[in-house]
C-alpha cells in the first residue's frame, strides 16, 4: 500500500521553489498519510508522528535532513495545486479499488470551522463522488465560495468513467445540463426534485395526484416497499414510480428523461412517527420500482459511509485548517485514509 501511494503520488508536481527546498515532497505525503492513518488532525500531530516514529520511516523514506517541522506541512498542503493532486488522488483509487459500478453519489459537504472572517473567506465546500457499492471517494472538488455546487459536479463527473451507472445527486444538482451531461456520457441519473426546480415540482405532485384520483386506470406505474427495523425505529419506504410524463410542461427538455417517482419515508420511533415524501426524476430505464428505491436509499447512504465518518472519525468539521489550499487538501487527505481503511477491511474479508 505504501509502494502504490509512492509510485502514484510521485506525479504531483512539487509547487515549492528549489532554493531552500530540504525534504522530498514523497516523503512528506507519505509521513502525513501515515500520520493522519494512525490519528493525526493537523500539522503539529504529523511533525509529532514523523518524530516519534523517525527510526522506522528511515527503513523505507529518504529523509535527508531529517523530519520536517509543522509550518514546512503546512507550507506545502496550502501550496499544492487542488486539481493535480486530485487528478494524482483519482487514479491511485482507481488501481487500488478499480472501476466504479453501480450507484455513483454526488454529495457536497462544508468544513465548517475552515472559514477565515479577516480575510473574508467563506468555509470550503467539497463536492465528493461516493462509490455506494464500492463504498469509497472516486474523486471530489472544492466548490468556489463564489458560487455553489452547479459549477463542481460537471467537473467533477468529466473526472470520472461514468458509463453504466446510476448517478444520483441532491435537489442542488437537479439541473437540465448537468442531466444532459450525464446521458451524453453514458450514465442513467436520479435527481432530487424540490424548491430550485419549483415549476418542475408542482408539476410533479399534481400528475400524482391526478394519477391517483383515477386509481392509476391506464397509466403505467410501478409500486414497491421496504421496512427495515433497527437501533429502536422502524422505516418503511414506499416507492411509486410513473412513466406518464405528459403533465410535465417542459419534459423534453430533460435528457434522456424516463420516470417521475415519488419516495415516502415513514420512521417510527417509539410513540413518535414521522413521515417524509421525496420527489424524483430519472433517466434509468426499468420496470422495477425496487430499483430507483435502491438508487435513493444508496444515496442516503452517502451521509453515514462517508460525511458521518468524516466528522466523527476524523473531525473534520473541527479543523480550522485555512491557509492557502491547505483545508482542501487536507479534506482530500482524510478521503485517502478513508478509502485505505476500506479497502484493507475489504481485503482481509476475503482473505
Request: hydrophobic share 45%.
Amino acid at each position: 500500500m505504501a509502494a502504490s501511494i509512492v509510485e502514484f503520488f510521485a506525479r504531483l508536481p512539487d509547487p515549492r521553489q528549489d532554493r531552500g527546498r530540504r525534504h522530498l515532497l514523497s516523503d512528506m505525503m507519505v509521513i502525513a498519510i501515515l500520520a493522519m492513518l494512525c490519528g493525526a488532525e493537523d500539522f503539529t500531530d504529523m511533525e509529532d508522528f514523523g518524530l516519534s516514529k523517525r527510526e522506522w520511516l528511515g527503513t523505507f523514506l529518504h529523509l535527508p535532513h531529517g523530519i520536517p517541522s509543522h509550518d514546512t506541512f503546512g507550507r506545502l498542503f496550502a501550496a499544492i495545486d487542488p486539481e493535480q493532486f486530485e487528478a494524482c488522488f483519482v487514479a491511485w483509487t482507481r488501481a487500488v479499488a478499480g472501476e466504479i459500478h453501480g450507484v455513483l453519489a454526488l454529495d457536497g459537504k462544508k468544513i465548517r470551522r475552515s472559514f477565515d472572517t479577516a480575510s473574508g473567506r467563506a468555509a470550503a465546500h467539497m463536492v465528493s463522488a461516493w462509490g455506494s457499492d464500492n463504498g469509497v471517494v472516486f474523486g471530489q472538488l472544492a466548490v468556489d465560495e463564489k458560487t455553489n455546487e452547479i459549477t463542481a459536479i460537471p467537473r467533477l463527473l468529466e473526472m470520472l468513467a461514468i458509463k453504466g451507472l446510476i448517478v444520483t445527486i441532491d435537489a442542488m444538482g437537479c439541473q437540465k445540463e448537468i442531466a444532459r451531461r450525464i446521458v451524453e456520457r453514458g450514465g442513467d441519473y436520479v435527481l432530487a426534485v424540490k424548491g430550485n426546480q419549483q415549476g418542475l415540482c408542482e408539476d410533479i405532485v399534481e400528475t400524482f395526484r391526478w394519477a391517483r384520483a383515477r386509481g392509476f386506470d391506464g397509466l403505467r406505474h410501478a409500486e414497491s416497499e421496504e421496512t427495515e427495523k433497527g437501533h429502536g425505529r422502524i422505516e418503511t419506504r414506499r416507492v411509486t414510480v410513473l412513466w406518464e410524463l405528459s403533465l410535465l410542461r417542459d419534459a423534453a427538455a430533460w435528457a434522456g428523461l424516463n420516470c417521475i417517482a415519488e419516495v415516502e419515508r415513514r420512521r417510527t420511533i417509539g410513540d413518535h412517527t414521522s413521515t417524509e415524501v421525496r420527489h424524483i426524476i430519472s433517466s434509468v430505464r426499468t420496470n422495477d420500482a425496487r430499483e430507483l428505491g435502491r438508487a435513493c436509499r444508496a444515496h442516503w447512504g452517502v451521509e453515514n459511509g462517508l460525511h458521518w465518518c468524516l466528522d466523527v472519525s476524523f473531525r473534520e468539521d473541527d479543523s480550522r485548517v485555512r491557509m492557502g489550499h491547505a483545508a482542501e487538501n487536507l479534506s482530500r487527505l482524510r478521503r485517502i485514509i478513508l478509502n485505505m481503511l476500506i479497502e484493507l477491511c475489504a481485503a482481509k474479508e476475503t482473505a
